[in-house]
């Protein structure tokens, strides 16, 4: 985007942002959007941003910096947005010497600016616009400090504090998404959940601070071993679960595993000790389910395998059954 955008109309203009929740704190951050604030932060132009407002995706920050700016289904998109209700080419934002515009595509679902359906609507900011009925998001002008603030706060929003892995919520919304992907585009979509093998002996034996640290050190092996679009959280607990798209159940039994190995490999410093920790595995992908392939089931399947590779003798990877 070239050239310098100019201020929100009103120089005073405040904007809330939402609640972010995570396992652990909540975080209620409120930011001041204005001529002043961007004048004094730093001497880079001005960033003309969107917020996502709903669901588990609310508060990811994505900068307008390439025009025109396409959201949809589509890969094709400036912003590729993974949900049933949105077209695959959906809305666009352009601009000229008059400000930006928002534009409807011909989508199925609408677009909306403060509730109304537009085909073309010119944008100001700190409005609100919205994709179908369930995507939303914000517009405003930030400067590069409020971006990375913005950012960091979205990001500690989906991350489990203590691991910093993916934490639960944001869990529950990729496998929905994920299986929908695969469903449109008849693909194929994993699950491996991972379970630490006799998690309550190290925390009797050692201390609740050295099964910390275990779990801390799994979460490293593992992210070592993941590609980047593999979605790896925890579950809850001593449990955790790894979203493969693209992969089979073979593939999944593959990355298990590996996984599985190179923790038993692995041995674990806490409070000058060594501990030696193994785990087990349940795999499942999409074939395994009755169609239509919904979460819950894909989950149960996983989670069925899990128990049997702990009541099988822990330390093992089962992937039928």
Known sequence: MSGRVGPPDSPNFHEQLPTFVDDTKTMDISIRFGESTLAAASNQPPRTLLMRMD??????????????????R?????????EDSISRFHARITRDEQ?????????????FVGGKRITRHRLKYGEGLSLGAKVAFH??????????LLRRLYES???????????????????RTEIAFASRHAAETSLVMIDIDHFKQVNDEYGH????????ELVSVVQRLLRTEDVFARFGGEEFAVIMRGVNLAGAHRLAERLRLALAETPISSDGKTICVTLSAGCASMTCCATPVNPAE???VADRRLYLAKTGGRNRVVAEG
């Open 209 to 216: 601070q050295s099964g910390d640290v275990v779990l801390k």
């Open 298 to 300: 894909l989950l149960r």
């Open 99 to 111: 400000g930006f515009c928002l534009e409807d595509l011909q989508s199925r679902n609408g677009t």
């Open 55 to 72: 669901g588990v995706h609310a508060g990811a920050v994505f900068a307008v910096d390439q025009l025109p700016y396409t959201m949809g």
């Open 74 to 82: 589509h890969a094709g998109n400036t912003l590729q947005i993974d």
């Open 157 to 175: 929003s989906t991350r489990d504090a203590l691991t910093g892995a993916y934490n639960r919520s944001h869990f529950d919304e990729r496998l």
């Open 139 to 148: 517009f405003n002008v930030s400067d590069s400090h409020e971006e990375r």
